[in-house]
């Protein structure tokens, strides 16, 4: 073997190494309450993955990821949130040898490789002005939604990133009983049996709405409990209060689970809300309902045919949260607030393939995404 390829292999079993003995490739997980059941009730970090970012590229933002029918990784990030120092070489004349702002949207293969990348203004239809959630539906069809101030619109592409659909329009927030425009939504998720598309809306708004996933026709929307919308004032979250009668600040995520509902992420009200697909409540839980940080950032489900386990992300907090799906009891937490692997900075998206791998995206300082497996797989 020559002797510069058994250097780096000593480097890399060297880092390995480290990474285990100080806990980087372990889960963190707090809580032993949900090992024994199923695979995923325990994560761990792989180190390795994605692989380096070809043609200089840097992340800024990593504002959602998503997986497709392949189990190849979507990622989106918002490229405008560079700072002048990390796009030095994007500048003329270049200030540094490094980095560009890598396209919007990153297709990635199971080990990590970059297959594509594309996104940003073109014709026909309205670019957010700030990036915010993916989801690949059932045809790889790729959907964006946008928080930006004026931005009112979601936006849907074919795999390749040809321009198909745009439901509603960007301007000034028109409020949440608006069926012809979005107020800076924040995610979004597709029904395929019924070809119809839910969109968290979200940052400006406080509601669920839906449209038919082709022609964009609008069919229904509800506030929290299922009730009509309201915008009015938000009081401060408190712990020790009942249950708030509306969304907070922000209704953050939606996911429909194989049971058929509809799953809710109402963020600063630290809880999930459930409902069935025409808006009628079903239940709620409470995830770090005692902590200091917004808790219910983003939700995948376990792959298992139960879907087990429901994994949180918490921005609030910088970390993850293990649910048990059925009784929406919280069973542990993996990582926490760092910039090592397997902790986290602003946990802010997340996705599972169908091996349980599961892939979290990090926004504002954290600015990357990680990759965690089942323990013991």
């Excluded at 101030?149 to 329009?169: A, C, E, H, N, P």
Aim: aromatic share 10%; hydrophobic share 35%.
């Amino acid at each position: 073997m020559p002797g510069k390829q058994r250097m780096w292999m000593w480097i890399a079993g060297g880092v390995v190494a480290f990474a285990i003995a100080f806990g980087y490739g372990r889960s963190t997980t707090v809580s032993v309450a949900a090992q024994g059941d199923v695979p995923g009730a325990v994560l761990e970090v792989d180190p390795f993955w994605p692989q380096p970012l070809p043609n200089k590229w840097l992340l800024g933002h990593v504002i959602g990821v998503a997986v497709d029918s392949r189990d190849h990784i979507w990622v989106l990030h918002r490229p405008r949130s560079l700072t002048e120092s990390e796009r030095g070489a994007a500048v003329d004349p270049p200030t540094s040898e490094c980095c560009v702002p890598a396209p919007a949207v990153i297709e990635f293969d199971q080990e990590g490789n970059v297959v594509q990348a594309w996104g940003g203004p073109g014709d026909g239809y309205e670019w957010p002005n700030e990036e915010h959630g993916i989801f690949v539906d059932h045809l790889d069809n790729v959907w964006i939604g946008g928080n930006g101030q004026g931005d009112g619109q979601v936006l849907k592409f074919s795999r390749d990133g040809t321009f198909l659909l745009q439901i509603g329009s960007a301007g000034p927030l028109s409020g949440s009983h608006d069926t012809t425009r979005l107020g800076r939504a924040a995610d979004i998720g597709v029904d395929a049996e019924a070809n119809e598309v839910y969109v968290a809306d979200g940052y400006g708004n406080r509601r669920v709405i839906v449209f038919d996933a082709d022609t964009g026709e609008y069919k229904r929307h509800w506030g929290a409990y299922g009730r009509p919308p309201d915008d009015g004032e938000l009081a401060p979250y408190d712990q020790q209060a009942d249950a708030s009668p509306i969304f907070g600040d922000t209704v953050h995520c939606v996911q429909l689970s194989n049971e058929g509902l509809v799953y809710v992420c109402d963020r600063m009200n630290h809880r999930l809300q459930i409902f069935r697909k025409d808006g009628t409540f079903v239940r709620e839980g409470f995830v770090g309902k005692e902590t200091a940080g917004a808790s219910a950032w983003d939700i995948a489900f376990s792959t298992d045919a139960d879907q087990t386990y429901i994994y949180n992300a918490d921005g609030g907090n910088h970390l993850l949260w293990t649910v048990r799906h059925e009784s929406l009891e919280t069973l542990g937490t993996t990582g926490r607030r760092g910039r090592m692997a397997g902790q986290f900075e602003a946990t802010h998206s997340l996705a599972v393939d169908s091996d349980g791998n599961v892939y979290v995206g990090e926004t504002l300082n954290g600015r990357r995404v990680q990759k965690f497996m089942p323990a013991g797989d």
